[in-house]
């Protein structure tokens, strides 16, 4: 969702969503996607990797 950033974009973005459960549904879990993939623990195993190499 793109949306103005401003508070009246703000609302009108989470307005969309809560109308939409399966597009809050979606976002959701494209958000964990992106949380385990640039995980703190999987971020500093790839730098470690990339100094040891």
């Not at 939409?20 to 623990?41: C, D, F, H, I, N």
């Given at each position: 969702?793109?949306?103005k ?49």
């Open positions: 969702i793109f949306v950033a401003d508070a009246d974009g703000m609302a009108g973005g989470l307005a969309e969503m809560i109308a939409r459960p399966e597009l809050m549904a979606t976002l959701s879990a494209a958000g964990r996607r992106l949380g385990q993939k640039y995980s703190p623990a999987r971020m500093c195993a790839g730098y470690e990797a990339l100094l040891l190499s």
